[in-house]
Protein backbone atom coordinates (compact mmCIF):
# COMPACT_ATOMS: atom_id res chain seq x y z
CA UNK A 1 0.00 0.00 0.00
CA UNK A 2 1.47 3.38 -0.87
CA UNK A 3 2.18 5.81 1.53
CA UNK A 4 0.43 8.39 -0.31
CA UNK A 5 -2.95 7.15 0.79
CA UNK A 6 -2.40 8.72 4.11
CA UNK A 7 -1.01 11.92 3.53
CA UNK A 8 -3.25 15.49 3.07
CA UNK A 9 -3.05 16.65 -0.52
CA UNK A 10 -0.03 18.59 -0.34
CA UNK A 11 1.93 16.20 1.31
CA UNK A 12 1.52 13.94 -1.79
CA UNK A 13 2.71 16.40 -4.30
CA UNK A 14 5.86 16.96 -1.97
CA UNK A 15 6.45 13.11 -1.53
CA UNK A 16 6.36 13.05 -5.27
CA UNK A 17 9.07 15.66 -5.58
CA UNK A 18 10.76 13.93 -3.01
CA UNK A 19 10.87 10.85 -5.52
CA UNK A 20 11.59 12.44 -8.69
CA UNK A 21 14.51 14.59 -6.81
CA UNK A 22 16.32 11.37 -5.34
CA UNK A 23 16.11 9.70 -8.96
CA UNK A 24 17.13 12.22 -10.53
CA UNK A 25 20.29 12.75 -7.79
CA UNK A 26 20.72 9.00 -7.96
CA UNK A 27 22.07 9.31 -11.57
CA UNK A 28 23.87 12.16 -10.98
CA UNK A 29 25.58 10.16 -7.69
CA UNK A 30 27.54 8.33 -10.38
CA UNK A 31 29.19 10.52 -11.96
CA UNK A 32 30.14 12.45 -8.90
CA UNK A 33 30.54 11.21 -5.07
CA UNK A 34 29.30 14.16 -3.02
CA UNK A 35 25.74 14.66 -4.18
CA UNK A 36 24.38 13.84 -0.72
CA UNK A 37 25.05 16.97 1.07
CA UNK A 38 23.66 19.00 -1.19
CA UNK A 39 20.87 16.41 -1.76
CA UNK A 40 20.10 17.05 2.02
CA UNK A 41 20.34 20.54 2.16
CA UNK A 42 17.99 21.20 -1.30
CA UNK A 43 15.63 18.81 -0.08
CA UNK A 44 14.77 20.17 2.96
CA UNK A 45 15.05 23.84 1.51
CA UNK A 46 12.14 22.22 -0.90
CA UNK A 47 10.13 20.99 1.74
CA UNK A 48 10.11 23.84 4.01
CA UNK A 49 9.13 26.23 0.68
CA UNK A 50 6.22 24.10 0.04
CA UNK A 51 4.65 23.53 3.68
CA UNK A 52 4.94 27.58 4.07
CA UNK A 53 3.60 28.04 0.68
CA UNK A 54 0.45 25.90 2.04
CA UNK A 55 0.23 27.49 5.36
CA UNK A 56 0.11 31.25 3.61
CA UNK A 57 -2.62 29.87 1.09
CA UNK A 58 -4.42 28.81 4.10
CA UNK A 59 -3.82 31.94 5.73
CA UNK A 60 -5.38 33.86 2.63
CA UNK A 61 -8.60 31.68 2.47
CA UNK A 62 -9.12 32.52 6.23
CA UNK A 63 -8.67 36.32 5.66
Known sequence: MSILC???PYFESI???LA???ADWTVR???T???FS???AA???TIYKLIQNKEVENR???A
Open 6 to 8: FLP
Open 15 to 17: YIL
Open 20 to 22: LMV
Open 29 to 31: RSA
Open 33 to 35: GRI
Open 38 to 40: SLS
Open 43 to 45: LEL
Open 60 to 62: KRV
